[in-house]
């Protein structure tokens, strides 16, 4: 059930942000030829009102076609005059820009509703009901925390001999001794089934600091309270969606400026259905800040001056603008091109990863 809510999750937010591309387009007028959910042969399409909608077997993503894009090499092929005015290509560069711009502001506008929906049915966040110790909430394979034999669902309750105290302090305070100690072996004690155990625990050392490659998280449930005012939920919102955002955008940066050290924590599709899962089983807030932080990486990542993605599609627009006229065709399509390649090819290498790195996989591996 859980793997199914985070697909559905996963899908919305790829029809958000496909919608915010067509919705600005058909409010301005612009011609709309296809609405497209992943890539590849169709599984499923109708048309209607002259757009084509289709479920496409490749579930990476979508996208939104425009007369604009059908048969540039032979206009003989198109019912549209190249001079309409209702093409895309033929509208002034604000309107384009707002087009190419739509599907980021739909993703984040879907986060900031999501966590606004958060105040509004749960309340606003008090602390947490909480019992000594760490939660483990998932462990990379071949990482430190694997190798020294935790699980997902382990219980950390002393580090070093020393008990763990309880809540976000618990947390902070156990990955800040992982930092301090990469290459260090260190004693830790978990519950696993009620049952105390031992484990050796060495931090990897990534630029001087120590990681182990698991997902930590407070021992116990998080408190709500009512709001005291009307303004409250979207005080809440506010807050926590700016940092959301700062929080994407360091990750996004860190693994800029320190790709080797940070590039094996990248995830795919699988990973990320993986913890969709693990925290739509878990309820309450966790799926509705599971639910905004993709939003907001979606919309981050496709902001990104990349080939084939929105923000690489607003590069050629301001390269056009400040040239006074459009890149050459042959130019524009070798970019769009080399970034599917890239895309795809990442896409497809992170998939192999997560999956190889599941739980399942890694017992059918071990037999």
Excluded: C
């Excluded at 009102?49 to 996208?63: C, E, M, Q, S, T």
């Excluded at 618990?170 to 260190?186: G, K, M, N, T, W």
């Amino acid at each position: 059930m859980g793997v199914l809510t985070a697909l559905a999750i996963l899908a919305g937010l790829i029809v958000v942000h496909e919608a915010g591309h067509f919705l600005a387009a058909t409010w301005q007028g612009i011609r709309v030829s296809g609405f497209s959910i992943g890539f590849g042969p169709a599984l499923l399409q109708r048309r209607r009102g002259g757009v084509l909608y289709a479920l496409r077997a490749i579930p990476l993503g979508g996208f939104v076609s425009f007369p604009d894009d059908d048969d540039d090499d032979d206009p003989a092929q198109t019912p549209f005059r190249s001079d309409d005015p209702h093409l895309l290509r033929n509208r002034p560069l604000p309107q384009r820009a707002l087009v190419i711009a739509a599907g980021v502001l739909a993703n984040l506008a879907l986060a900031w509703a999501v966590l606004l929906a958060q105040g509004l049915v749960l309340g606003i966040p008090a602390g947490f009901s909480t019992t000594p110790g760490v939660l483990v909430a998932a462990v990379q394979a071949g990482q430190p925390a694997a190798r020294a034999g935790l699980q997902a669902g382990d219980r950390i309750v002393a580090l070093q001999g020393q008990d763990l105290s309880g809540g976000q302090q618990a947390v902070s305070d156990l990955v800040e001794r992982i930092r301090q100690s990469p290459d260090q072996r260190l004693a830790i004690a978990a519950e696993r089934l009620g049952q105390r155990q031992q484990f050796w625990l060495v931090p990897d050392d990534q630029g001087g600091i120590g990681r182990i490659g698991a997902q930590l998280q407070p021992n116990g449930s998080e408190l709500f309270r009512a709001p005291h005012s009307p303004l409250e939920p979207i005080r809440q919102a506010n807050a926590d969606f700016l940092a959301l955002i700062q929080r994407t955008v360091s990750g996004f940066g860190a693994l800029l400026t320190h790709f080797g050290e940070t590039a094996g924590q990248v995830s795919g599709p699988v990973k990320i259905v993986e913890m969709g899962a693990s925290l739509a089983e878990q309820g309450g807030s966790s799926l509705f800040m599971f639910t905004a932080l993709i939003s907001i990486n979606l919309a981050v990542l496709n902001a990104l001056p990349l080939p084939l993605l929105d923000g690489g599609q607003f590069l050629l627009l301001l390269i056009e603008g400040l040239r006074g006229r459009p890149l050459p065709m042959h130019f524009q399509t070798a970019f769009l091109q080399s970034g599917f390649v890239f895309l795809v090819g990442l896409s497809l290498i992170l998939i192999v990863k997560d999956t190889s790195q599941l739980p399942v996989v890694q017992q059918l591996l071990a037999r």
